[in-house]
Nanobody, 126 residues
């Protein structure tokens, strides 16, 4: 499975961006996809995740009400709509894919994912 993320860029505080992540390869095995971010000097942190079949969504508290994760099953693509962006949202955003059921794994844990995209940079200016 390969993941290609896109949509990052420079935006002013209060603005919006939409990230996309397209999966290719063995996409019949997608069970869930997620977005994580990593700011300079910080650990990678969970942003949002979605279960591929049910559409159930999960969000970090820091983005609830501002970010929306969605999927297009036909295109094997996950989106992250980011509104009301803040300078604290500045980071490299990574998409990730899990190809088995969640089981005991948490969608918010990096270890739950089998594949990772290359990242797309988001910079929010004040």
């Amino acid at each position: 499975v390969q993941l290609q993320a896109s949509g990052g860029g420079l935006v002013q505080a209060g603005g919006s961006l939409r990230l996309s992540c397209a999966a290719s390869g063995r996409t019949f095995s997608i069970f869930g996809m997620g977005w994580f971010r990593q700011a300079p000097g910080k650990e990678r942190e969970f942003v949002a995740a979605i279960s591929w079949r049910s559409g159930s969504t999960y969000y970090a508290d820091s983005v609830k009400g501002r970010f929306t994760i969605a999927r297009d099953n036909a295109k094997n693509t996950v989106y992250l709509q980011m509104n009301s962006l803040k300078p604290a949202d500045t980071a490299v955003y990574y998409c990730a894919l899990r190809n088995t059921g969640w089981g005991m794994a948490s969608p918010a844990n990096t270890a739950a994912y089998n594949y990772w995209g290359q990242g797309t940079e988001v910079t929010v200016s004040s």
